[in-house]
């Protein structure tokens, strides 16, 4: 429980209005292991409450023309845009990443995601047949679907709620959003900026609190006709059992289990430094971060050695120090599920080469309650280990040895998931090849995480249902309809 000091209270965002909950949850500083804010702990009430909300906003919304909306999420990326440095000050706080990144990469993204979708909803076209079935003209419009539920993990807490809000309210949706209850100040932070920016009252509500509370109550409420989801695989499987009844339009972002490959021809300049950030950059709490290293033997010995040093170099501090390339933790439960996955590797006969339990992690003293562990690298691990089938999550990766194309094509694909995959090569052919043969929704070869947003993002298998982009998520967040005139 909280200590003497005053504890930054949030509230829901209904309406258009903050209003209080009957019950809080605490929210922890992942840097220190204390509690510093309290979160709403909704239920069924409020998400009532916000679908009434929602459901009034929606005529009026969805009656206004694409630009009038978009010159709304224009704003609203402006007045993000403006408090930048607060924002990422405060996601720094709650999720424990490095303000670094924050300032870099989760805030800007935030603010280009709405910039992003106010300017791709205005170039949509619908579609048009000249056949002349028997005299007629076939023609398709689109409609948003009404009141989207929106739920988001806590890795990237802004960046990853946007990626949904904007879009949805781009295409005449209005919302329900539910963040992670770990990490809720920022999407509260950017709730007193909606009116500001011309969003109207109930076309955004953001209800806070658990998943077995709030986010089944959203999930199962009647009215929410769509979900959009980013999680784990488990509460996916949730979602699908809870939306079946009501056949809701479903789109779902989850985990990876993603491998690098590297061949023999990689320039390993750019690939050690790169699959370094590629395994440890947010702690390793990135949904496309590499778990799986597949070294071609001839440059393995090399490569290990090269890796392994800079892992080392890879700095774990708290999050306002600037020199530190890696946080805390999300929690202290996902420390140690982290660190179990450890020790599994090291009792079924593998070797840590670097990090968790082989070298020593020095903190300031009010750092000491920290969710804090070092980059680890795990090698002479089997391919049916735990540690290389589950997503850990956090700043862990296994490199192994590979002979040939066709093995190792074999062996990335052994997974139940499919979301992200590296190829390094300076083989023209063989990128193409193997990207081609990957099990995997994306495919970067020689680089990591460069996003185009126009193009499709999500993954196949285990790893999600659907994609995510300009016309991907206009298409999720809209109806279609075929109209047939005959003249
Ligand atoms: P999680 O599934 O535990 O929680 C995600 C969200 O779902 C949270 O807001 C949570 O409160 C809510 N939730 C939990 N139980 C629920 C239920 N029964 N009904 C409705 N909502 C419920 O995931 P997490 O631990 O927050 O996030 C980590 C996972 O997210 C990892 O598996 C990661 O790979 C995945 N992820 C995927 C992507 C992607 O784009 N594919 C991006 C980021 C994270």
Request: charged residues 20%.
């Amino acid at each position: 429980m909280a200590g003497t000091r005053a504890l930054l209270m949030l509230e829901n965002f209904i309406d258009g209005k903050f209003l209080p909950c009957a019950s809080y949850i605490d929210s922890y500083d992942p840097s220190t292991g204390e509690v510093y804010c309290r979160v709403p702990d909704s239920g069924k009430e409020e998400v009532d409450a916000a679908v009434a909300a929602a459901r009034a906003a929606f005529p009026g919304w969805a009656a206004r023309g694409p630009q009038e909306r978009s010159r709304a999420l224009q704003r609203l990326a402006d007045l993000l845009e403006e408090a930048l440095e607060e924002l990422a000050r405060a996601e720094s706080r709650d999720q424990g990443k490095t303000i670094t990144l924050a300032r870099t990469m989760d805030i800007p993204r935030a603010v280009q995601n709405f910039r992003f979708f106010a300017s791709s909803i205005l170039h949509h076209t619908s579609e048009c047949t000249q056949m002349d079935h028997a005299g007629c003209l076939h023609y398709t419009v689109r409609a948003p679907v009404g009141i989207a539920g929106l739920i988001s993990p806590w890795n990237l807490p802004l960046y990853l709620l946007t990626w949904k809000i904007a879009p949805a309210i781009a295409a005449g949706n209005t919302v329900i959003a539910k963040p992670s209850e770990l990490t809720s100040v920022t999407a509260w932070m950017m709730c007193k900026l909606l009116g500001k920016a011309g969003v109207p009252p109930g076309v955004v509500n953001i209800v806070f609190g658990t998943g077995p509370r709030v986010g089944e109550a959203l999930v199962s409420h009647p009215e929410v006709p769509l979900i959009s989801f980013t999680g784990s695989q488990p509460t996916a499987e949730r979602i699908m059992q809870l939306s079946a009844p009501h056949c809701k339009k479903l789109s779902l972002e989850l985990g990876g289990k993603n491998p690098a490959i590297i061949f023999e021809d990689a320039n390993l300049e750019e690939c050690v430094p790169t699959t370094v950030r590629s395994s440890f950059a947010n702690q390793g709490e990135i949904c496309l971060s590499t778990s799986r290293i597949f070294v071609q033997k001839s440059i393995y010995s090399e490569f290990l050695k090269k890796f392994v040093e800079a892992t080392r170099m890879w700095k774990v501090g708290i999050p306002s120090d600037p020199s530190a390339s890696m946080g805390a933790l999300i929690s202290k439960a996902h420390l140690e599920k982290v660190r179990r996955y450890v020790k599994i590797a090291r009792t079924e006969g593998a070797r840590i080469l670097c990090g968790e339990g082989v070298d020593q992690l020095s903190l300031p003293p009010g750092n000491q309650g920290g969710y804090f562990m070092l980059p680890t690298v795990i090698t002479d691990i089997k391919d049916d280990s735990c540690c290389m089938k589950e997503e850990i999550f956090g700043p862990v990766t296994c490199v192994v040895p590979f002979d040939t194309e066709e093995e190792v094509i074999k062996r990335a694909n052994s997974v139940k998931y499919g979301l992200a995959a590296t190829v390094w090569s300076s083989s023209v052919g063989r990128v193409h090849r193997v990207a081609k043969k990957l099990q995997s929704g994306l495919v970067w070869t020689n680089c990591w995480l460069i996003r185009e947003l126009n193009l499709p993002f999500g993954g196949m298998k285990s790893s999600g249902l659907g994609r995510e982009g300009a016309k991907d998520s206009y298409d999720f967040f809209t109806e279609i309809k075929t109209i047939t005139i005959k003249h």
